[in-house]
């Protein structure tokens, strides 16, 4: 079946460590999304990419970095420089043109500073 | 800019209630409105959606109609079930927007008792 893969589920980090979340799909979807989620918060979403080898900064892009050398695979890193890194993190996908507007959501790593 | 205003929660129903959850947004033109469904420990699921005013959009008993005039978009189930607990999040996407613009509200959890 196809899907969006996210691993770890659970990572615990110390302050100062850079963290790199991975996220694969398999749905021959163009566009790669990362989101923030935060307890009673909505979705915020940190970066996105369209196509391969290109990526646009969301609205908290702060603190993190990405790379999207493979259509499948849109890995997320958390940098030292994010300040308050404790979250749950979704990847997600989409076909892109017209009336493609729906996402597809892998299950989430929860990452945990100490 | 866009926006999405959540009944807040957290909501507990008895098995059988009649459930309805409350979603108004502010936007230009017409958006389309989504619902998606966080079960505990999962990302999101599409749960409906509707892409125009009056359009309803139905799935696993959960309805909500597109309401342009009153800028809302409430979900309604007729009769929950434990199994329905979860977090629901109300979404817009601006008109000829890609999911790259979608707005979330702040989700609202819901937990059914037997």
Known sequence: DGGITQSPKYLFRKEGQNVTLSCEQNLNHDAMYWYRQDPGQGLRLIYYSQIVNDFQKGDIAEGYSVSREKKESFPLTVTSAQKNPTAFYLCASSATGTGANVLTFGAGSRLTVL | ?114
């Not at chain 2, 507990?12 to 502010?26: G, P, V």
Request: hydrophobic share 35%; glycine share 10%.
């Open chain 2, 1 to 114: 800019g866009d926006s999405v205003t959540q009944m807040e929660g957290p909501v507990t129903l008895s098995e059988e209630a009649f459930l309805t959850i409350n979603c108004t947004y502010t936007a230009t033109g017409y958006p389309s409105l989504f619902w998606y469904v966080q079960y505990p420990g999962e990302g999101l699921q599409l749960l409906l959606k509707a892409t125009k005013a009056d359009d309803k959009g139905s799935n696993k008993g959960f309805e909500a109609t597109y309401r342009k005039e009153t800028t809302s978009f409430h979900l309604e189930k007729g009769s929950v079930q434990v199994s329905d607990s979860a977090v629901y999040f109300c979404a817009l996407m601006a008109p000829r927007g890609s999911a790259r613009q979608l707005t979330f509200g702040s989700g609202t959890q819901l937990t059914v008792l037997p």
